[in-house]
């Protein structure tokens, strides 16, 4: 009889974020799910022709899933496919970001906690990703610093942009620094606390603090001159490298990506 209670079948939405091929023909899948958070699950035959759960289980799809517990992992016994973001797929670009927005999320989220505002905002950029209105290099980017420090701020690692973390008086717009240790912003009286903290512009402030409150649909019509994007894009990419204290693999797709578009 226990052993039977511990053969816990459960149902929930999920978003595929990582596969690794089992054996001949098995799968092991990493997937963020509504109800569950991030659960790593075996899919049996996945990788065979006339399995019924191939098509579905693809990378960023948006699955419903039926799956049973088991000691180790668990095991997909069906799958739907909801959404697939095809015209994601069909931009070499997007899905470069895709494939990083996706290893980001695993990187930092434990399994099995569930937080479903995690998985809302990875379903919004996917989503945003998708539209095909959405071209354009900076644009894309925007979106993505966006929903960096969106997710940061939900794991707890929002930076502070408002007052000076030292001595805790609200910024004003003269010098001062973004600490990547400190987790965010020191006026020039206390940049002692931090050397190495980057000096930072009033509009980088104001603009990095837009990033994080507002929704991609937002982001997305935001006009800044070059040298003011460069500024805030590397601020937040810096502090995204700080806290995960490693390179992703994403990130070398992305900017081969890039080198490929230059020569094009």
Do not use: W
Request: charged share 30%.
């Amino acid at each position: 009889m226990a052993r039977s209670e511990k053969m816990k079948i459960y149902k929930t939405k999920g978003i595929v974020l990582r596969r690794q091929d089992l054996g001949e023909a098995d799968r092991i899948l990493t997937i963020y799910t509504s109800k569950y958070g991030k659960v790593r699950a075996k899919a049996l035959g996945v990788r065979k022709v006339l399995s019924k759960l191939g098509g579905h289980l693809e990378l960023f799809n948006i699955v419903d899933l039926s799956l049973v517990e088991g000691k180790g992992l668990d095991t997909i016994t069906a799958c739907r496919a909801q959404e697939s973001f095809r015209n994601l797929r069909a931009d070499l670009k997007k899905t470069s970001l895709a494939y990083y927005v996706v290893e980001l999320l695993d990187k930092l989220t434990p399994e099995k906690q569930k937080d479903y505002r995690i998985f809302k905002l990875l379903k919004e950029i996917l989503a945003t990703l998708n539209q095909k209105t959405i071209i354009g290099t900076d644009k894309l980017y925007l979106v993505i610093r966006s929903f960096e420090l969106r997710f940061l701020s939900l794991l707890g690692y929002a930076p502070q942009l408002k007052k000076c973390l030292t001595c805790g008086k609200l910024i004003k717009p003269n010098l001062n620094y973004f600490s990547l240790k400190l987790g965010g912003l020191l006026c020039a009286r206390c940049r002692k606390q931090d050397i190495r903290s980057t000096k930072i512009t009033p509009n980088a402030i104001k603009t990095i603090r837009y990033l994080l409150e507002k929704d991609f649909s937002l982001t997305v019509r935001l006009k800044l001159d070059k040298p003011l994007f460069k500024e805030a894009r590397n601020i937040v990419s810096n502090f995204v490298k700080y806290i995960l204290q490693r390179e992703l693999k994403a990130r070398d797709f992305v900017k081969k990506i890039e080198k490929l578009e230059r020569f094009a």
